[in-house]
């Protein structure tokens, strides 16, 4: 079989194990991929290339970075190609119908939940933050609506109770390896009965940014630690001395020592057998990170009664 020209959206580095993949692949020919614009990076702001710009640039493949999909030069060169197939993995962006409409086989998208379920960029957090037991990869052809396309694929995967964002993430692009290299050869061919998702099922769940990380100390113990672990490792569980003093939840016999205002990041935590949140590894902002009991003696005017939070009665917000 002939190898299909095939182009490649993504920025993430989460990106280059399926860009290996493929490369390696009989039926694909990588011959273009689309990446988010250059990003200011660090103190000095420099304009850096994403880890697939960076991919690209090494295996000589032309790359694209269009910050609008209508530019007449990016549409133009869609077209000169000829592309026939178009594969989506962690790109963040939402491609519109007319780019689209320039694939004969269409556009496949990689999805880490079991969609209706939890659709938008930030699918895994959203299903730890849920408590649920289970989520999954799912393999769609996308259409006008954002995660709405017909089902090509899917495969489940348990939620373990100590997974966090990234060690489910793992697993996940793992699972959806298999299944894309499983898949792609019959759907080329046309032998895949792809599976319409239901019109009023599902969520589109909020992108995430830092102030999504914060805690909510009016939570339930679980919940609390669910988000901990749902927000590792980004934008990272995190509340503020002072919200950390004055909580209700803590059972301090003292006050944190000044600034109040800087933010403490809780790196781990676990439940004890009582259902308690126990407080493993925190991150004093500017800080390098540190045991809780590290934390108590550095932080505190005088020592906690114990690591572990006294809940008390609460409303679940």
């Not at 989506?88 to 939940?113: C, D, K, T």
């Not at 792809?194 to 914060?214: A, F, H, I, V, W």
């Not at 939840?249 to 308690?276: A, C, G, M, V």
């Not at 991150?283 to 009664?305: A, D, M, N, Y």
Request: glycine share 6%; net charge positive; proline share 7%.
């Amino acid at each position: 079989m002939k190898k299909v020209k095939t182009a490649f959206f993504g920025s993430s580095r989460y990106c280059l194990p399926y860009l290996e993949s493929l490369h390696k692949n009989e039926l694909i020919d990588i011959s273009l991929v689309v990446s988010q614009p250059d990003k200011p990076v660090g103190r000095g702001l420099q304009l850096t290339p994403s880890p697939v710009k960076e991919w690209a640039k090494q295996k000589g493949i032309l790359t694209l970075t269009p910050s609008d999909f209508s530019n007449p030069l990016f549409l133009g060169t869609l077209t000169a190609l000829p592309l026939k197939l178009g594969l989506i993995a962690y790109y963040g962006l939402r491609v519109p119908s007319e780019v689209i409409e320039l694939f004969p086989l269409g556009i496949l998208n990689i999805h880490h939940s079991l969609l209706p379920k939890h659709r938008g960029t930030n699918p895994i957090p959203w299903a730890i933050l849920s408590g649920e037991e289970k989520t999954g990869t799912t393999i769609i052809k996308i259409g006008e609506k954002f995660d709405e396309g017909e089902i090509a694929a899917f495969d489940e995967e348990p939620i373990s109770p100590t997974d966090t964002t990234e060690t489910l993430r793992v697993r996940l692009d793992a699972k959806a390896l298999v299944l894309l290299e499983k898949i792609l050869p019959r759907y080329i061919e046309g032998k895949v009965n792809l599976r319409k998702q239901g019109r009023d099922e599902g969520s589109y769940e909020p992108k995430l940014t830092k102030e999504t990380g914060r805690i909510d100390w009016n939570r339930t113990d679980e919940e609390v630690e669910r988000a901990i672990r749902a927000f590792t490792p980004w934008p990272g569980a995190w509340t503020t001395l002072e919200e950390l003093s004055s909580s209700r939840i803590f059972n301090l016999q003292s006050t944190i020592s000044k600034p109040k205002n800087k933010r403490l990041k809780i790196l781990k935590s676990h439940l004890n057998e009582d259902k308690k949140l126990v407080v493993d590894e925190v991150q004093v902002e500017g800080k390098t990170p540190i045991s809780w009991e590290e934390f108590k003696s550095g932080h505190l005017t005088r020592t906690l009664c114990h690591p572990v939070l006294d809940t008390g009665p609460r409303s679940h917000g």
